[in-house]
């Protein structure tokens, strides 16, 4: 019983720090699905090295010894608390050079920020499950795996329905710090019961059990399962990371909501290792070919299906795949004293997976292919599995001759083969470019019968102007001349005086360019290289604008966050916060902070233009809160959309009909009435965002508008 809750409770706080830590990052990095990609290659690979230890100290040393160094690491690793305020999290920050892939900025960070307690928490469960196979010879320790998972689910369910509703991010921390101090101290108690059990047993018998003795266990690499430990669990980690990839395109998955596909995942552990009924081949080909085929479903009609049916959905494909290939570990599964060798193989191929999809993906691929490589995998590696062990049946069961084998075989070639044919599709309108990187997928689509050419990063359209002719702002979309932004710079070009200043967070096509004057000086300030690339390439606008165009590499906040710091910088006349990319929501753009952030910037008749025009987010009541907080009027402005976005014209058109701009003026500002002021209500209970608090569950449109 005492080993069962210290299971349950390590387990729940390794993944309830999880999302903390995302949420954390949200500042430095924004809410996109590419900063949660980068904590899961982060966290497993913390438990690869948790477990890695806890294989190596079984394998060199006695449990003695081993209850010796753990106690060390675990009153080491109070050094780290709190998390968050320590004192080493600012060296993760300047310790990568400024020009690395983001993903080794996260990853340092986080290690510097919560390194060896989670190494702690992560090698826990593997060294107890050796310790109780050390002390209990023949009992089987694999119930304790599952219980440990329901802990962890427990933690993942938790955080976005009650812990990041309702308390903010230092309330976050020190909860989770005050417990982990406090399973610390059962932990201390129980490793000293372990000594005290290996001293009787010293002293009634000259030449104990294991219990004295290193494990002795073989190579891993000597294992004949190994290479199938190790592809299931890459699988299974590849279609959790490109899953939660695909359905954050829809604009929702975000922070605390990044968790689901993650409880999905652990609950699919949990379920195969209590469930030894599953372990035949018809459970798992019925469920692995089930959310392949739901996967290829999802990919196929994206464009045409509702935000929940693709979460939905998506949830779905990774509790089917993760449950197939975790059940198939189960049968796997080696004798009792090898556990921490199985344990490192599924930490080994869990790390694998999450690495390809966030360092090796982005580089090979310029569309998001990982779930079509992960589903492929695993396809494969049950078809030899399977094969291989139906083979010699072949020619003495009619059964496995005619049912068994050829459908495991066909099954897998055409799950195969949809994917690959999925991948070749060509698109209805021609692509002219299309490029990739950390932040998401960059491409520039033509429609000859309408004459535009437009770019669009993932599925999100960040601009168009017409193929031929002179470029017209009525052709760009969300910037068309009855647009917020467009009477922003109306209100700028008559109250400011000249030469004028304006800032753009955002700078898709560069199309603002448009309004500009001769003499104003515009400052762009983009965080993704491609849409850099493209905008300068494949459009017009940047080159149109006589005056001075800077473009600025970086998040647009941490940016003007430097500008503040260094005080010599002029300050703005207008600021357009417009970084949808790839229909993510970038919070820490949108909370108090960032809002006064802004504001220190803004020159006394300055004014921010926020686009909030979204399918899926009513971000207006909460934007207003901010507003007020911050001593801004807001003023919401909603345009009919002239023309609707190339490529996506069967997608929602009644939730894309209105572009939505929020324009905050300072309080001594007096604004005329403007056509298309809409009037925007907050409830009294809704709180503002901030860094430490805000949940995208108080912005969502759940049904259709």
């Known amino acids: 019983m005492r080993l069962g809750v210290l299971l349950i409770a390590n387990a729940f706080l390794l993944f309830l720090v999880q999302p903390i830590m995302g949420k954390s990052l949200l500042p430095w990095w924004g809410g996109g699905s590419h900063v949660w990609t980068s904590c899961l290659l982060f966290f497993q690979s913390g438990l690869l090295l948790g477990y890695l230890y806890a294989y190596t100290s079984a394998t060199w040393l006695s449990v003695r010894q081993q209850s010796w160094l753990h106690l060390v690491l675990v009153l080491l690793s109070w050094a780290w608390l709190p998390i968050q305020s320590n004192l080493w999290t600012d060296w993760g920050a300047r310790l990568v050079p400024s020009d690395w892939e983001p993903v080794w900025h996260i990853l340092a960070q986080l290690t510097f920020a919560i390194g060896l307690p989670y190494l702690v928490l992560s090698s826990t469960s593997p060294l107890l499950s050796h310790w109780f196979v050390a002390t209990r010879a023949g009992t089987e320790p694999y119930r304790w795996y599952s219980l440990a998972n329901l802990g962890s689910l427990v933690g993942c369910l938790l955080y976005p329905f009650l812990f990041e509703p309702i308390l903010g991010l230092p309330q976050q921390d020190w909860f989770w710090s005050i417990a982990f101090a406090m399973l610390s101290i059962g932990l201390l108690a129980h490793t000293a019961m372990i000594l005290q059990a290996v001293k009787q047993q010293l002293k009634m018998d000259a030449n104990p059990p294991m219990v004295l003795k290193k494990d002795g266990e073989s190579l891993l690499l000597g294992d004949r399962n190994f290479l199938a430990w190790l592809s299931f669990s890459a699988c299974s980690s590849i279609v959790l990371s490109a899953s939660t990839s695909n359905a954050s395109q829809t604009g929702i998955v975000v922070p605390g909501l990044w968790v689901i596909p993650l409880a999905m995942y652990l609950a699919s552990w949990w379920i195969a290792f209590r469930s030894p009924k599953m372990e035949n081949w018809a459970m798992h080909m019925c469920l692995y070919f089930f959310g392949g085929s739901l996967a290829v479903f999802l990919l196929i009609f994206k464009l ?38 199985f344990y490192l193989a599924i930490a080994l191929g869990g790390a694998l997976g999450c690495g390809f999809v966030s360092m090796v993906a982005p580089k090979i691929f310029n569309e998001f292919w990982e779930l079509h490589f992960g589903l492929s995998l695993g396809a494969v590696v049950i078809a030899l599995h399977y094969g291989a062990a139906m083979f010699p049946q072949i020619r003495s069961d009619v059964w496995v001759r005619r049912f068994r084998w050829p459908t495991t075989m066909l099954a897998t070639i055409f799950l195969v083969g949809v994917l690959a044919m999925h991948m070749n599709v060509q698109s209805i309108d021609p692509v002219l470019a299309k490029q990739r990187d950390f932040y998401g997928v960059v491409s520039v689509v033509e429609q000859p019968k309408r004459g535009l050419r437009t770019m669009l990063h993932g599925q999100t359209q960040h601009g168009s102007e017409p193929i031929r002719g002179p470029l017209d702002p009525d052709q760009t979309m969300y910037y068309q ?42 400052v762009y300030y983009e965080i993704s290289p491609a849409v850099r ?44 916060v417009d970084a949808f990319a790839n229909d993510s929501l970038p919070m820490h753009l949108l909370t ?18 926020i ?53 905050l003026f300072q309080t001594h500002a007096s604004l005329p009435k403007w056509e298309g002021t809409v009037p925007v209500t907050a409830p009294k209970s809704l709180q503002p965002w901030t860094d430490d608090f805000g949940s995208p569950i108080h912005a969502l449109r759940w049904f259709k508008r």
């Open 533 to 576: 690339s493209v905008a300068e390439e494949y459009f017009h606008y940047l080159k149109a604008h006589p005056g001075t165009t800077e473009i600025r590499m970086g998040d647009g906040r941490r940016l003007l966050a430097d500008e503040v710091k260094r005080g010599a910088e002029p300050l703005i006349d207008l600021l357009v």
């Open 304 to 341: 045409w299906l509702p935000w929940i049916a693709i979460v939905a959905g998506y949830m779905v494909v990774v509790f089917a795949i993760s449950l197939a290939c975790h059940n198939l570990l189960y049968a796997l599964r080696p004798k009792s004293h090898r556990i921490t060798s």
């Open 481 to 522: 001349t009855n647009s917020g932004v467009a009477k922003a710079w109306d209100w700028i070009h008559d109250s400011a005086a000249s030469p004028r200043r304006v800032g753009i967070i955002g700078l898709g096509t560069g199309s603002l360019s448009l309004y500009a004057n001769p003499d104003d000086h515009l």
């Open 592 to 609: 108090v902070e960032a809002i006064e952030l802004y504001k220190k910037r803004l020159s006394g008749d300055g004014c921010i233009a």
């Open 611 to 663: 686009n909030i025009t979204n399918r899926n987010l009513d971000l207006a009541p909460v934007l207003t809160k901010i507003a007020q907080r911050c001593q801004l009027q807001p003023i919401l402005i909603e345009s009919p959309l002239e023309s609707n976005p190339p490529g996506m014209k069967l997608r929602n058109l009644a939730n894309r009909s209105m572009v939505r701009w929020l324009l």
